[in-house]
T-cell receptor, first 115, second 116 residues
Framework: AQSVTQLGSHVSVSEGALVLLRCNYS??????LFWYVQYPNQGLQLLLK??????LVKGINGFEAEFKKSETSFHLTKPSAHMSDAAEYFC?????????????FGTGTQLKVEL | EAGVVQSPRYKIIEKKQPVAFWCNPI?????LYWYLQNLGQGPELLIR????????DSQLPKDRFSAERLKGVDSTLKIQPAELGDSAVYLC??????????????FGPGTRLTVL
């Protein structure tokens, strides 16, 4: 079975500050890992994905994440937060063998960006 | 290109009433997913279709939930009868290709169901 744990259900940062959202995964097989963003009353949008190529993955809107197998982590970062980054962020894991079909999501982290 | 379309966006019903949600995937996407998202939680897969075949419905509560994708394109998810605990957002997603390689899932905006 696969699972992800997102540490911190709410994170608050100042505009211009570093954003760090934590995700740890559990998987008995090589995983695919994802970060999704969800704005209010909208569906999920893929920010970035790790599919066993480069361990440092760059996504949209200036976000990036690093796959660290030794730490079973896939933390999401952005050097400088913008007000428009305020949203809910979900980490997800999938079994590579299924082509990413079976996504298991974390419970989400609500990011608040303050002036 | 149009994204995944869901309707209605919002639905309020009384308990024990039936309700149905509709999803039209991205054109050409043969895989369709229904997810349940409870408040403050991540989405959980209810059912996955490959064309018109339900290939994973292990998480679908079959006593009250049903789904269909008759022509392998759009899909309907039904609850009958609805219970208070069914209040949630129901998300539909679609992807192309099979399971041999990675295929990104694209999500619709969801239907927010409130059961009174």
């Amino acid at each position: 079975a696969q699972s992800v744990t997102q540490l911190g259900s709410h994170v608050s940062v100042s505009e211009g500050a570093l954003v760090l959202l934590r995700c740890n995964y559990s998987s008995s097989v090589p995983p695919y890992l994802f970060w999704y963003v969800q704005y209010p009353n909208q569906g999920l949008q893929l920010l970035l994905k790790y599919t066993s190529a480069a361990t440092l993955v760059k996504g949209i809107n200036g976000f990036e994440a690093e796959f660290k197998k030794s730490e079973t982590s896939f933390h999401l970062t952005k050097p400088s937060a913008h007000m428009s980054d305020a949203a809910e962020y979900f980490c997800a894991v999938s079994d590579q063998r299924g082509g990413g079909n079976k996504l298991t999501f974390g419970t989400g982290t609500q990011l608040k960006v303050e002036l | 290109e149009a994204g995944v379309v869901q309707s209605p966006r919002y639905k309020i019903i009384e308990k024990k009433q039936p309700v149905a949600f509709w999803c039209n995937p991205i054109s050409g996407h043969n895989t369709l997913y229904w997810y349940l998202q409870n408040l403050g939680q991540g989405p959980e897969l209810l059912i996955r279709y490959e064309n018109e075949e339900a290939v994973d419905d292990s998480q679908l509560p079959k006593d009250r939930f049903s789904a269909e994708r008759l022509k392998g394109v759009d899909s309907t998810l039904k609850i009958q009868p609805a219970e208070l605990g069914d209040s949630a957002v129901y998300l539909c997603a679609s992807s192309s290709g099979g399971s041999s390689s990675y295929n990104e899932q694209f999500f619709g905006p969801g239907t927010r169901l409130t059961v009174l």
